[in-house]
């Protein structure tokens, strides 16, 4: 999975504002209504914010690292979440379970929602956030296994298309002793059983 980030400067505010200014005209809106005049100034700021993971590296935020050679298994469930399906540009809204076997090192808790964040202000698919997160954690500290679940409602099922409000799309990776140890995948699911 690639985990690529790109430099701040390559997210375009003017460039965005000018599309959204396009597309209100496009509905056959008048722009310069009071309502709508700084709508494409907004817009690209929020986009700025929504996306602003593309400009950071989630293997950095946790490359720092304490000793943990006593710690058994680490998990975090319940890790709020949302970002933007690369499809309709529309959120999709949920909740991550993470969990890590230290191999003598453990990560700040908050760098792992750090990382989550950084990965889900992208354009995104749950499948590949998923992936991504539990590559990140495995390349940056190098645990015996990860396992990661997110549950996910996505507006763009829910508005639109199936139109099913309420339906959670669930995903899961696993790395290194999480893909062959069936009872240390239970004890991460019953640790995290909120998801």
């Known amino acids: 999975m690639s985990l690529t980030y790109r430099t701040p400067l390559l997210i375009d505010q003017e460039q965005i504002r000018q599309a959204v200014a396009s597309i209100l005209d496009a509905l056959g809106e008048d722009i310069q209504r009071e309502g709508l005049a700084e709508t494409p100034r ?14 950071r590296d989630p ?7 304490f000793d943990g050679t006593d710690a058994g298994l680490v998990a975090f469930g319940n890790l ?19 969990g890590y076997l230290p191999d003598g090192r453990v990560a ?35 645990p015996k296994g990860v396992g ?8 763009c099922m829910s508005l639109r298309g199936a139109k099913k409000p309420g339906t959670r799309m669930m995903t899961s990776a696993y790395r290194g002793e999480f893909e062959t140890n069936p009872d240390l995948r239970q004890e991460f699911r019953s640790m995290t059983r909120g998801e």
């Open 42 to 55: 907004r817009v690209a700021e929020l986009y700025g914010e929504l996306f602003s993971g593309l400009t």
């Open 59 to 65: 293997v950095e935020v946790l490359r720092t690292t």
């Open 80 to 98: 709020p979440f949302f970002s933007m399906c690369e499809h309709h540009l529309l959120p999709f809204i949920g909740t991550a379970s993470v």
């Open 108 to 142: 700040g808790a908050s760098k792992v929602a750090r990382a989550l964040d950084i990965l889900a202000r992208r354009p995104q698919m749950q499948e590949r956030l998923t992936a991504q997160l539990a590559d990140a954690l495995a390349d940056s500290i190098r």
């Open 148 to 155: 990661v679940i997110l549950g996910a409602e996505h507006l």
